[in-house]
């Protein structure tokens, strides 16, 4: 069942015309995350659905019922602001309750959804403090509880952890997306990280200048992306210039394409690239550069295309290693992984 | 400069060069130095050269044979009419500052929502009654307030709301009126800079988890604009509760206070002694009564003032 729709939401700026017409429509109980560059509207699609903007057109259901023209405060929508927003005038608790307080739940009531509430953010020692009196990834905990305890009927948090250093952002996504799971609420989370965005979602919306360029499980978008942008945004990808004829592109690789004849793109993750000393059948070039990352060396080769040819080799025994300079043949190793998108390749 | 910092440098300096040093790098009490000797020379001092009067006996402008005596003090804080002028003059600043923060926080709210043009000309308003004296517009009450022909008066008899003129004018509403107009400016000002700052991130998620504008208005803005808030009361208190102008001039020659019977036993009655000894009286229940407010201020905020 879905949860909530939003359909061709609009909003001018004055001239900036910040979204362009949106669609995404969100299960219930999943989690799915807007990625994006900067200023691509994010935030504002987010603030449209809590009702702190208002979109010029379009409509926006949770469970069927139009919340478009509803004040911030009847949507029963949660929001995690960025700054997390906790009153520093209220204790933890304070700040946890105040959603009850306000809706007038019964003292007793408010007590024990407070301090279950606290259980649950594994936070009820600290309960007594201000927020000040916390460490970032505590009051991210208490922000996220303050919303939960209303039970709303989906989660916003607008980049949650942006606040936290590496380390702990690590830790809290892990540990945000099993208590997600355990209170089983539908989320949609806000981020320009796109590791982040594969590591916590079901489903990746990959936003550009205002509009929604492609929805997926993330896997289906690292695999299968649907412009080059999405290609370059998620991952890193070759964007390697071909024709297509008669439903092959041409080069030394002819790989199958539903495409009219016509320049194309081919696009190839960095590990689905082979190197081979030498010539051979494939792509000749040069290394120009290589960054030792760990478990893969990855080299760049000039292959005589406008940006090189990235190539990501793991450090098995037998896989051998190149110098910079050293004459290569770069060849794509599972046809079947490549992709191939119309039109010529467009860096992001 | 930079040899300050090393080690090696820093060890012969002479005690002047280290005094220098110190006030160049702005470190500790030395930048306030200047206007604490400003403060020590033309406040503190002639303050308690004042004061010490209240302890002599003084004879035509020169301190009598006497010396030390506690009787001008005892005379003051024996005498049941001070401590009912004292009472008065607290009643009538805390009512006059309460009227002048329930006046002055809508203002700094709505300076906060506007912008441009209305922006700067509600500052100008807001500031422009600075630029004249407080006599001048204590004068322009008795204008407003004053007779049949005032301001107030003429306007409600030709709408004909009211039969005969109302006496405000020399009563304790006309003081009242006055005072907490006068000190508004006071009180927008540090509230102003509080509120038109503030982050509205609080208010959405006030809104967000289900409060109405009006709840979060209570519940978030005004507490978290409470440093402020105890800021300009403890401020406007200080200047009602000492301010002699407006209940002489807008309450009538019979309308007293502490800090008026400052001003009549000096000038007036020429019993500097006698006033020295009020002023003291005066000046040290507001020190109490600003102290207590602080207080209670910061148990109000305790929350501000948390560290980890
Ligand atoms: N209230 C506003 N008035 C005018 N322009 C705005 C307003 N809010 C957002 N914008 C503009 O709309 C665009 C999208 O902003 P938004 O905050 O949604 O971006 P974002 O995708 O969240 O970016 P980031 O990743 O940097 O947070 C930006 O160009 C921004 O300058
Ligand atoms: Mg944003």
Not at chain 1, 121 to 137: C, H
Not at chain 2, 45 to 64: H, N, Q, S
Request: aromatic content about 8%.
């Amino acid at each position: 069942m879905n949860q909530l729709i939003i359909d061709g939401v609009t909003k001018q700026f004055g001239a900036l015309k910040v979204l362009q017409s949106c669609d995404l429509t969100v299960e219930r109980g999943s989690v799915v995350t807007l990625l994006g560059p900067s200023g691509c509207g994010k935030t504002t699609l987010l603030r449209s659905i809590a009702g702190f903007v208002t979109p010029d057109a379009g409509r926006i259901r949770v469970k069927g019922q139009d919340i478009s023209r509803l004040p911030p405060n009847r949507r029963d929508v949660g929001y995690v602001f960025q700054n997390y927003a906790l009153f520093p005038h209220l204790t933890c608790r304070d700040n946890i309750a105040y959603g009850l307080v306000v809706r007038r739940v019964p003292k007793a009531e408010i007590a024990r959804r407070v301090s279950q509430a606290l259980d649950l953010i594994a936070l009820a020692a600290f309960a007594d403090r201000y927020p000040k009196q916390l460490s970032g990834g505590q009051q991210q905990r208490v922000a996220i509880a303050r919303a939960l305890v209303l039970e709303p009927q989906v989660l916003l948090l607008d980049e949650p952890f942006n606040a936290l250093d590496a380390q702990l952002r690590l830790s809290m996504q892990v540990e945000l997306r099993k208590l997600i799971d355990r209170v089983g609420i539908t989320s949609i989370f806000v981020t320009h990280d796109q590791q982040e965005a594969m590591a916590l979602s079901d489903r990746v919306a990959i936003m550009r200048g205002g509009r929604i360029e492609q929805i997926g499980s993330p896997l289906e978008i690292y695999d299968r992306p649907r412009s080059c942008f999405v290609a370059d945004f998620i991952g890193r990808a070759n964007l390697m210039p071909t024709q297509v004829r008669a439903g092959r592109t041409e080069g030394p690789q002819a790989i199958a394409a539903a495409l009219p004849d016509g320049p194309a793109t081919l696009v190839a993750r960095p590990e689905n690239i082979d190197l081979t000393p030498g010539s051979g059948p494939g792509w000749p070039g040069k290394v120009t550069f290589l960054t030792a990352l760990g478990p893969v060396i990855e080299y760049e080769v000039d292959c005589g295309f406008s940006v090189p040819v990235r190539a990501a080799l793991p450090r098995h025994a037998g896989v051998e290693t190149f110098e910079p300079g050293a004459l290569v043949t770069a060849r794509i190793r599972d046809e079947a992984a490549a992709v191939v998108l119309p039109g010529e390749p467009n860096h992001a | 400069m930079l040899s300050r910092h090393s080690p090696e440098a820093s060890a012969p300096l002479s005690p002047r060069g280290l005094s220098v040093a110190r006030f160049l790098d702005g470190g500790g009490i030395w930048p306030a130095v200047p206007a604490l000797v400003y403060l020590l020379v033309f406040m503190v001092a002639p303050i308690a050269t004042l004061l010490t009067f209240g302890f002599v006996d003084i004879d035509r402008g020169t301190v009598g044979e006497g010396g030390f005596t506690l009787s001008h003090m005892v005379g003051v804080l024996s005498d049941p009419l001070v401590w009912r002028l004292t009472w008065r003059s607290f009643w009538i600043a805390v009512v006059s500052t309460s009227l002048t923060l329930i006046f002055a926080y809508p203002v700094a709210y709505a300076y906060g929502h506007l912008r441009g043009a209305a922006r700067t000309l509600l500052l100008v308003a807001v500031m422009s009654p600075l630029l004249t004296s407080a006599l001048v517009r204590t004068y322009a009450w008795i204008v407003i307030l004053g007779g049949r022909r005032g301001l107030v008066n003429q306007t409600l008899l030709t709408l004909g709301l009211i039969e005969r003129p109302l006496d405000i004018l020399n009563t304790s509403t006309a003081v009242l009126i006055g005072m907490t107009q006068i000190h508004l400016p006071f009180m927008i000002l540090p509230l102003l800079a509080v509120l038109s700052e503030r982050d509205r991130s609080f208010e959405q998620a006030s809104l967000n988890l289900g409060a109405s504008q009006t709840v979060t208005f209570f519940r978030v803005t005004v507490p978290m604009s409470m440093p402020a808030i105890v800021a300009g009361f403890a401020l406007v208190f200080a200047v009602s509760y000492t301010n002699f102008i407006v209940p002489q001039l807008l309450g009538g020659g019979n309308y007293s206070t502490i800090a008026v019977q400052v001003y009549e036993q000096t000038i007036v009655v020429l019993d500097w002694s006698r006033g020295a000894a009020l002023a003291t009286l005066l000046l040290s229940s507001c020190f109490v009564f600003v102290f207590a407010i602080v207080a209670a201020g910061n148990w109000l905020t305790r929350w501000s003032e948390v560290r980890r």
